[in-house]
């Protein structure tokens, strides 16, 4: 990396860009979490060689994907359906929060918690 300056009141200052914040969401934010408390050591290692936003967001990617496509699987497999949402909207909605949970359970233990 090289550095530049400038003089800003008889002071040489470089001139240092702060990298975008990484557009990570909440498995990303969980991971983050999860390395700062129990893997410290990888983190500061992915942090200090600028692999951390870059795990970080392929970790939200992976898991938001892995809940969708459990989801639709868990869902197709149980049979809730849309006639299922027309008839009885709240036994719908409650199916469908059971297998959201099951499925964010699963990809929390295999993807954001995982070594």
Same mark, same amino acid.
């Given at each position: 990396? +090289? *550095?530049t300056y400038r003089t800003e009141s008889g002071y040489r200052l470089?001139? *240092?860009d702060v990298p975008e914040a990484p557009k990570v969401g909440k498995?990303?934010?969980l991971r983050r979490s999860f390395l700062a408390n129990h893997r410290h050591g990888i983190c500061t290692g992915m942090l200090l060689t600028g692999e951390l936003n870059a795990h *970080? +967001? @392929?970790?939200d990617r992976e898991a938001t994907e892995m809940v969708e496509r459990l989801t639709a699987q868990m869902a197709r497999k149980q049979g809730v359906t849309e006639e299922? @949402?027309?008839s009885d909207q709240m036994k719908w909605v409650g199916l469908m929060n059971n297998i959201q949970a099951a499925a964010e359970e699963a990809a929390l233990a295999e993807v954001v918690y995982a070594d």
């Open positions: 990396m +090289e *550095l470089p001139n *240092l498995y990303g934010m *970080l +967001e @392929k970790i299922v @949402k027309a």
